[in-house]
C-alpha cells in the first residue's frame, strides 16, 4: 500500500545494531559509572526501541496521526510516573513530627 | 474486503491504525507496573540491586538477542508477504515461532532456577547461601518487592508471548492456505506490530531487572 | 410530521430491526445499532442492580442505628452499588449505547471500522458482568467500590479477587469501544463531513473513547496487581515489605478521575445535540465546545491526586493538583456558557429531551461548583469523606450524566424505534425525576457539611431528619425512573408511527428512516453543510 519494500540488508543491519547495543550495555553494566549506569542502560534501551519503533514497525514510513498516537503514548506514561514520582519525592519537604505532641490542645469555645 | 468500508486502502488505513491504538492501551497497561517498579527501586535501590544480581546476566543478555533475532524474522516475514514470496513468509514466521519459543524455554528454565534458589515471593522465600548474602544488605522484606516485580512483569510478558505465539501459528495456518497477497496482508502486518510491541517491553525488561546497579 | 395511529403498521418497511428474526440474529449480529440495543437492555439491567442496592441503603439510613442490614452487609451495599453503576451502568451506558448506535450514522458511514470488535466487547461486557453478579450473589464485597489498600488485599476476607477479575474483564470492552470510535471518526467520515463540521456528540465521543484508550488499561493492570497480592498474600501496596497502600491509590484515581469524564462528556455531547435541536439554533462558540471536549479529555488526566489530599500524599503534590483541578473546571464552564448563549433568542420547545437537557445544565453546574470546595486543599480536609462527596458526585453522575442518557434516550428514540412516546407522560417523568433528584441529593450537601461520614451504616441522630428527606427523595427519583420504562416499551407496541425527522433537527442520522435499514444509508450522504444548520437567527455577536 503506502508502506514501500525495505531492503532486507537495511533490517539485517538494523538488527546486528540491536546486538551491538545489547552487547553494550551488558558490557557497561560491569563499569562503575554511579548513578550513570542507570542512565546509560534507560539510553541504550531507548535506542534500541527506537531502531525497532522506526524501522522494525515501520514508522520511519508511517502518517503523521500514527507518529502522534506513538508519542501520545509514552507521553502518557510520562506523566503517570511523574506525576506519581513528585508525591514520593516531595513528602520529605514536610517533616513529620517524630513523636505525637505533649503540649494540649486547643480546646473549643 | 469488508462491507463497510469504501476501498482496501480505507481498510488497511482502519486495522494499522486500530492495531496502533490497542498498542496505546498495551504500553498503559505495562506502563502501571512499570510506574510502580520505578517508585519502588527509587526507593529501596540497594534492595533492587541485590535481587537483580541474583539473576544471571549471560542467559538474560541471550534471551534478549534471542527475541531481537525473532523480531528480525517478524519483519522479514512481513517484507516477505508484501513481495508475495509465500515460501519465505512462512518461513520466517516459523523461525520466530521457534525463537519465541527458545525465549520461553529460557525463562522456564530461569524460573525454575528462582525455585531453586527459594527466591520467589509467597511460594518459596527462604534466601539462603549466596543469594542471602546478595539480598540481605538492601534487606530481605524489600528484596521480596524486588521479586514480586520480577515474576509479575517477565510473566505479564511471557503471557504477552504465549498470545503471540498463538497468532503467529494462525498465520501460518492461513498462509498455508494462500490467504495473504501483496494487495492483502494486514494480518501479518498487525502481528507483527504486535510482536515488536511485545519485543520493545523486553527490551525494558531486561536492563530494568537484569542490570540493576551494576555488577563491578 | 407523524401519523395518529395507535395500529402497529402491518407492513412495515425493510430495516434494522426487522430484517431477520430469532435469537441467533441478534447475539451474532455484527450490525452496530443491534448491538447498541443488546448494550441497552444489558445497562438497563444493570442500572435496576445497582440501583435496587441503593434502594436496600435508603431504606436502611431512615434509622440513625440503621434500619435494615448489619454494619458488614451495609459495606457490602455501598460498594456494590458503586462497582455496578459505574462500570456496569455508567461507563458503558452512552458511549456503548447512543454511540454505537449514532456514530456511524452521524458520519455517514454503514457500520463501525470493527463490527467484529464491537460484537465482542459486548460479550466481554456480559462476561465481566456475570463475574461481578457471581461475586455480589457469593458474598459481595465490602471494601468500598475504591478497593483501598490494604485492606483489600490483606484483611478483607470478601469476594475481592472476583470483583477485580470481573472489573478487569469489563475494562476491555470499554477499550475496544473507544478504539473503534476513534477509527471510524479518523477513517470513515462521509465525503465532505471535515472535522469541524461534525455534529458535537462526535466530538465528546471522541474525547471520550481518547480518555478509555489511555486510561482504562492502568485501571486493568492496577487491579491485576491486587489480585495477585490479594491471592499471594504478598505484593507492593502493603507496609508488611516496605509497600505504600498510597501507591495503589494512585495507580487506582489516574484511571478513575478520567473515568468520570467518561461518565460525562457523552452526556455534554448529547445535551448539545438536544439544545441545538430545541433552540432550532446552532451552538453557540461551536469549536471552542468542540475542543473543551478534547481539553477535559487530556486535563482530566492531570487532576487524579485531588482524592488523595487526606490520605498521606504530599503537600506539595497536592498543591499542584488542587492547582490543576481548578484548572479543568474551565472547559466545563466554558460549555455550560455556551449552552445558555445557545439558548438566548432561541425559539425554545420543551419537550422531554429539552427538559432533560436544562434539567442537566442545572443540576451539573451545581455538581461541577461544588467541585471546587472539594479542589481547594483546605476545605477538602472538612467535606472529605463525608456526605458533601457523595452529593457532589451524584449531581454531576445522576443529575448530570443520567439526565444526559435519558435525554439521549428520548430524544433518539423515534430513530432507534421508529415510534414516538407519549410527550405529556414524558414531560411529567422528566419531572418527576429533577424534583426526587434534588429531594435525594441535596440534603446530603448539608449532612456532608455538618459532618456526617459516608459509608457509615449509622449516624448521630440529629441527623435523622435530613436522611429521612433524602430517602423520601429516593422514592420519588425511583418512581420517575420506572415511568419511562414503562411507556418507552409500550410506544415499541403503539406509540405512533415516526418518520425519518420528527424533531426537524440536523445532522446525518435525521436523513435516514426511523428505524434505518441494515445499511444505514441507501447511498452514502455528502455533506455540504455546517453543523447545526438550522437557518438564520440572530445571536450575540454573530
Given at each position: 500500500m503506502s508502506q514501500p519494500i525495505v531492503p532486507q540488508k537495511t533490517y539485517l543491519l538494523v538488527f546486528l545494531c540491536l546486538i551491538g547495543l545489547t552487547v553494550l550495555t551488558t558490557g557497561v553494566a560491569f563499569i562503575d559509572l554511579g548513578p550513570f549506569n542507570t542512565v546509560a542502560a534507560l539510553a541504550i534501551a531507548f535506542c534500541k526501541m527506537l531502531l525497532v519503533i522506526l524501522f522494525f514497525m515501520g514508522v520511519r514510513y508511517s502518517s503523521g496521526l500514527v507518529r502522534v498516537i506513538v508519542v501520545a503514548a509514552f507521553f502518557w506514561f510520562a506523566l503517570l510516573v511523574a506525576f506519581t514520582m513528585s508525591d514520593y519525592h516531595t513528602r520529605s519537604w514536610t517533616p513529620a513530627p517524630?513523636?505525637?505532641?505533649t503540649t494540649a490542645p486547643p480546646t473549643h469555645p | 474486503m469488508a462491507h463497510q468500508f469504501e476501498d482496501l486502502d480505507q481498510q488497511h488505513e482502519a486495522d494499522t491504525l486500530g492495531i496502533w491504538l490497542f498498542l496505546v492501551t498495551e504500553i498503559m497497561f505495562f506502563g502501571g507496573v512499570f510506574a510502580a517498579y520505578a517508585i519502588y527501586r527509587w526507593l529501596y535501590f540497594a534492595a533492587f540491586a541485590g535481587g537483580s544480581h541474583i539473576l544471571d546476566i549471560k542467559l538474560g543478555a541471550a534471551n534478549t538477542i534471542v527475541l531481537l533475532g525473532s523480531s528480525l524474522t517478524m519483519v522479514l516475514a512481513v517484507r516477505s508477504a508484501q513481495v508475495g514470496n509465500r515460501r519465505a513468509l512462512i518461513l520466517f514466521l516459523v523461525a520466530t515461532m521457534i525463537l519465541g519459543g527458545v525465549f520461553l524455554g529460557v525463562k522456564a528454565y530461569e524460573y525454575n532456577q528462582k525455585f531453586v534458589e527459594h527466591v520467589?515471593?509467597?511460594l518459596d522465600w527462604a534466601p539462603e547461601g549466596e543469594a542471602l548474602k546478595l539480598l540481605a544488605p538492601g534487606g530481605l522484606d524489600h528484596a521480596q518487592l524486588y521479586f514480586f516485580f520480577y515474576f509479575a512483569m517477565t510473566g505479564l510478558h511471557a503471557i504477552h508471548m504465549i498470545i503471540g505465539m498463538g497468532l503467529l501459528l494462525w498465520l501460518v495456518l492461513r498462509a498455508r492456505k494462500d490467504d495473504f497477497t501483496p494487495h492483502y496482508f494486514a494480518p501479518v502486518e498487525v502481528v507483527g506490530l504486535y510482536w515488536h510491541f511485545v519485543d520493545i517491553v523486553w527490551i525494558f525488561l531486561f536492563p530494568l531487572l537484569y542490570l540493576i546497579g551494576g555488577r563491578y | 410530521m407523524s401519523t395518529a395511529t395507535l395500529e402497529p403498521r402491518v407492513h412495515a418497511p425493510r430495516n434494522y430491526l426487522n430484517a431477520d428474526y430469532g435469537w441467533k440474529s441478534w447475539l451474532f449480529t455484527l450490525d452496530h445499532k443491534r448491538i447498541a440495543l443488546l448494550y441497552m437492555v444489558s445497562v438497563s439491567f444493570f442500572f435496576i442492580v445497582g440501583g435496587s442496592f441503593a434502594v436496600l441503603m435508603r431504606i436502611h439510613l431512615t434509622e440513625p442505628q440503621g434500619a435494615l442490614v448489619q454494619p458488614e452487609t451495609y459495606n457490602k451495599l455501598f460498594t456494590l452499588h458503586g462497582v455496578v453503576m459505574i462500570f456496569f451502568f455508567l461507563i458503558p451506558s452512552i458511549p456503548a449505547v447512543l454511540g454505537n448506535f449514532l456514530v456511524p450514522l452521524m458520519v455517514g458511514a454503514r457500520d463501525l471500522a470493527f463490527p467484529k470488535l464491537n460484537l465482542l466487547s459486548w460479550y466481554i461486557y456480559i462476561v465481566g458482568g456475570l463475574f461481578t453478579l457471581y461475586s455480589a450473589i457469593a458474598g459481595g464485597v465490602d471494601t468500598g467500590w475504591t478497593f483501598y489498600t490494604p485492606y483489600s488485599s490483606t484483611y478483607s476476607n470478601t469476594q475481592v479477587t472476583a470483583v477485580a477479575i470481573g472489573v478487569f474483564i469489563t475494562g476491555f470492552s470499554s477499550i475496544l469501544t473507544g478504539l473503534n470510535f476513534i477509527v471510524t471518526i479518523h477513517k470513515m467520515r462521509a465525503p465532505g463531513l471535515t472535522w469541524f463540521r461534525m455534529p458535537l456528540f462526535l466530538w465528546a465521543m471522541y474525547a471520550t473513547s481518547i480518555i478509555m484508550v489511555l486510561g482504562t488499561p492502568v485501571l486493568a493492570i492496577t487491579l491485576f496487581l491486587l489480585a495477585l497480592e490479594h491471592l499471594f498474600h504478598v505484593g507492593i501496596f502493603s507496609p508488611a515489605l516496605g509497600g505504600d497502600p498510597l501507591l495503589f491509590q494512585h495507580l487506582f484515581w489516574f484511571y478513575s478521575h478520567p473515568a468520570v469524564y467518561i461518565m460525562i462528556l457523552p452526556a455534554m455531547g448529547v445535551v448539545s445535540e438536544i439544545i441545538a435541536c430545541f433552540s432550532r439554533k446552532r451552538i453557540f462558540g461551536y469549536k471552542i465546545v468542540a475542543f473543551s471536549s478534547v481539553a477535559i479529555a487530556v486535563l482530566g488526566f492531570l487532576v487524579w491526586g485531588h482524592h488523595m489530599f487526606v490520605t498521606g500524599q504530599s503537600v506539595y503534590a497536592g498543591l499542584i493538583f488542587s492547582m490543576l483541578s481548578f484548572l479543568v473546571a474551565i472547559p466545563s464552564a466554558i460549555k455550560v456558557f455556551n449552552w445558555t448563549s445557545t439558548l438566548y433568542k432561541g425559539s425554545i420547545s420543551y419537550e422531554a429531551p429539552m427538559l432533560y437537557a436544562l434539567g442537566f445544565i442545572g443540576l451539573f453546574t451545581m455538581g461541577g461548583l461544588t467541585g471546587l470546595f472539594l479542589a481547594s486543599l483546605a476545605t477538602d480536609v472538612h467535606l472529605?469523606?463525608?456526605?458533601f462527596i457523595v452529593a457532589h458526585f451524584h449531581y454531576i453522575m445522576v443529575g448530570g450524566a443520567v439526565m444526559g442518557y435519558l435525554g439521549g434516550i428520548h430524544f433518539w428514540w423515534p430513530k432507534i424505534s421508529g415510534r414516538l412516546y407519549p410527550n405529556l407522560w414524558a414531560g411529567i417523568a422528566a419531572v418527576i425525576i429533577f424534583i426526587g433528584f434534588n429531594l435525594t441529593f441535596f440534603p446530603q450537601f448539608i449532612l456532608g457539611y455538618l459532618g456526617m461520614p459516608r459509608r457509615y451504616a449509622f449516624y448521630p441522630a440529629e441527623f435523622q431528619v435530613l436522611n429521612v428527606m433524602s430517602s423520601a427523595g429516593a422514592t420519588v427519583l425511583g418512581v420517575g425512573y420506572l415511568i419511562p420504562l414503562v411507556y418507552l416499551i409500550w410506544s415499541m407496541r403503539y406509540g405512533p408511527i415516526a418518520d425519518a425527522n420528527p424533531w426537524g433537527a440536523t445532522g446525518l442520522e435525521w436523513t435516514t428512516s426511523s428505524p434505518p435499514p441494515t445499511e444505514n444509508f441507501a447511498e452514502i450522504p455528502v455533506v455540504t453543510e455546517e453543523a447545526?444548520?438550522?437557518?438564520?437567527v440572530e445571536g450575540i455577536g454573530d
Amino acid at each position: 500500500m503506502s508502506q514501500p519494500i525495505v531492503p532486507q540488508k537495511t533490517y539485517l543491519l538494523v538488527f546486528l545494531c540491536l546486538i551491538g547495543l545489547t552487547v553494550l550495555t551488558t558490557g557497561v553494566a560491569f563499569i562503575d559509572l554511579g548513578p550513570f549506569n542507570t542512565v546509560a542502560a534507560l539510553a541504550i534501551a531507548f535506542c534500541k526501541m527506537l531502531l525497532v519503533i522506526l524501522f522494525f514497525m515501520g514508522v520511519r514510513y508511517s502518517s503523521g496521526l500514527v507518529r502522534v498516537i506513538v508519542v501520545a503514548a509514552f507521553f502518557w506514561f510520562a506523566l503517570l510516573v511523574a506525576f506519581t514520582m513528585s508525591d514520593y519525592h516531595t513528602r520529605s519537604w514536610t517533616p513529620a513530627p517524630d513523636a505525637w505532641s505533649t503540649t494540649a490542645p486547643p480546646t473549643h469555645p | 474486503m469488508a462491507h463497510q468500508f469504501e476501498d482496501l486502502d480505507q481498510q488497511h488505513e482502519a486495522d494499522t491504525l486500530g492495531i496502533w491504538l490497542f498498542l496505546v492501551t498495551e504500553i498503559m497497561f505495562f506502563g502501571g507496573v512499570f510506574a510502580a517498579y520505578a517508585i519502588y527501586r527509587w526507593l529501596y535501590f540497594a534492595a533492587f540491586a541485590g535481587g537483580s544480581h541474583i539473576l544471571d546476566i549471560k542467559l538474560g543478555a541471550a534471551n534478549t538477542i534471542v527475541l531481537l533475532g525473532s523480531s528480525l524474522t517478524m519483519v522479514l516475514a512481513v517484507r516477505s508477504a508484501q513481495v508475495g514470496n509465500r515460501r519465505a513468509l512462512i518461513l520466517f514466521l516459523v523461525a520466530t515461532m521457534i525463537l519465541g519459543g527458545v525465549f520461553l524455554g529460557v525463562k522456564a528454565y530461569e524460573y525454575n532456577q528462582k525455585f531453586v534458589e527459594h527466591v520467589v515471593p509467597s511460594l518459596d522465600w527462604a534466601p539462603e547461601g549466596e543469594a542471602l548474602k546478595l539480598l540481605a544488605p538492601g534487606g530481605l522484606d524489600h528484596a521480596q518487592l524486588y521479586f514480586f516485580f520480577y515474576f509479575a512483569m517477565t510473566g505479564l510478558h511471557a503471557i504477552h508471548m504465549i498470545i503471540g505465539m498463538g497468532l503467529l501459528l494462525w498465520l501460518v495456518l492461513r498462509a498455508r492456505k494462500d490467504d495473504f497477497t501483496p494487495h492483502y496482508f494486514a494480518p501479518v502486518e498487525v502481528v507483527g506490530l504486535y510482536w515488536h510491541f511485545v519485543d520493545i517491553v523486553w527490551i525494558f525488561l531486561f536492563p530494568l531487572l537484569y542490570l540493576i546497579g551494576g555488577r563491578y | 410530521m407523524s401519523t395518529a395511529t395507535l395500529e402497529p403498521r402491518v407492513h412495515a418497511p425493510r430495516n434494522y430491526l426487522n430484517a431477520d428474526y430469532g435469537w441467533k440474529s441478534w447475539l451474532f449480529t455484527l450490525d452496530h445499532k443491534r448491538i447498541a440495543l443488546l448494550y441497552m437492555v444489558s445497562v438497563s439491567f444493570f442500572f435496576i442492580v445497582g440501583g435496587s442496592f441503593a434502594v436496600l441503603m435508603r431504606i436502611h439510613l431512615t434509622e440513625p442505628q440503621g434500619a435494615l442490614v448489619q454494619p458488614e452487609t451495609y459495606n457490602k451495599l455501598f460498594t456494590l452499588h458503586g462497582v455496578v453503576m459505574i462500570f456496569f451502568f455508567l461507563i458503558p451506558s452512552i458511549p456503548a449505547v447512543l454511540g454505537n448506535f449514532l456514530v456511524p450514522l452521524m458520519v455517514g458511514a454503514r457500520d463501525l471500522a470493527f463490527p467484529k470488535l464491537n460484537l465482542l466487547s459486548w460479550y466481554i461486557y456480559i462476561v465481566g458482568g456475570l463475574f461481578t453478579l457471581y461475586s455480589a450473589i457469593a458474598g459481595g464485597v465490602d471494601t468500598g467500590w475504591t478497593f483501598y489498600t490494604p485492606y483489600s488485599s490483606t484483611y478483607s476476607n470478601t469476594q475481592v479477587t472476583a470483583v477485580a477479575i470481573g472489573v478487569f474483564i469489563t475494562g476491555f470492552s470499554s477499550i475496544l469501544t473507544g478504539l473503534n470510535f476513534i477509527v471510524t471518526i479518523h477513517k470513515m467520515r462521509a465525503p465532505g463531513l471535515t472535522w469541524f463540521r461534525m455534529p458535537l456528540f462526535l466530538w465528546a465521543m471522541y474525547a471520550t473513547s481518547i480518555i478509555m484508550v489511555l486510561g482504562t488499561p492502568v485501571l486493568a493492570i492496577t487491579l491485576f496487581l491486587l489480585a495477585l497480592e490479594h491471592l499471594f498474600h504478598v505484593g507492593i501496596f502493603s507496609p508488611a515489605l516496605g509497600g505504600d497502600p498510597l501507591l495503589f491509590q494512585h495507580l487506582f484515581w489516574f484511571y478513575s478521575h478520567p473515568a468520570v469524564y467518561i461518565m460525562i462528556l457523552p452526556a455534554m455531547g448529547v445535551v448539545s445535540e438536544i439544545i441545538a435541536c430545541f433552540s432550532r439554533k446552532r451552538i453557540f462558540g461551536y469549536k471552542i465546545v468542540a475542543f473543551s471536549s478534547v481539553a477535559i479529555a487530556v486535563l482530566g488526566f492531570l487532576v487524579w491526586g485531588h482524592h488523595m489530599f487526606v490520605t498521606g500524599q504530599s503537600v506539595y503534590a497536592g498543591l499542584i493538583f488542587s492547582m490543576l483541578s481548578f484548572l479543568v473546571a474551565i472547559p466545563s464552564a466554558i460549555k455550560v456558557f455556551n449552552w445558555t448563549s445557545t439558548l438566548y433568542k432561541g425559539s425554545i420547545s420543551y419537550e422531554a429531551p429539552m427538559l432533560y437537557a436544562l434539567g442537566f445544565i442545572g443540576l451539573f453546574t451545581m455538581g461541577g461548583l461544588t467541585g471546587l470546595f472539594l479542589a481547594s486543599l483546605a476545605t477538602d480536609v472538612h467535606l472529605n469523606g463525608t456526605y458533601f462527596i457523595v452529593a457532589h458526585f451524584h449531581y454531576i453522575m445522576v443529575g448530570g450524566a443520567v439526565m444526559g442518557y435519558l435525554g439521549g434516550i428520548h430524544f433518539w428514540w423515534p430513530k432507534i424505534s421508529g415510534r414516538l412516546y407519549p410527550n405529556l407522560w414524558a414531560g411529567i417523568a422528566a419531572v418527576i425525576i429533577f424534583i426526587g433528584f434534588n429531594l435525594t441529593f441535596f440534603p446530603q450537601f448539608i449532612l456532608g457539611y455538618l459532618g456526617m461520614p459516608r459509608r457509615y451504616a449509622f449516624y448521630p441522630a440529629e441527623f435523622q431528619v435530613l436522611n429521612v428527606m433524602s430517602s423520601a427523595g429516593a422514592t420519588v427519583l425511583g418512581v420517575g425512573y420506572l415511568i419511562p420504562l414503562v411507556y418507552l416499551i409500550w410506544s415499541m407496541r403503539y406509540g405512533p408511527i415516526a418518520d425519518a425527522n420528527p424533531w426537524g433537527a440536523t445532522g446525518l442520522e435525521w436523513t435516514t428512516s426511523s428505524p434505518p435499514p441494515t445499511e444505514n444509508f441507501a447511498e452514502i450522504p455528502v455533506v455540504t453543510e455546517e453543523a447545526y444548520a438550522y437557518g438564520p437567527v440572530e445571536g450575540i455577536g454573530d
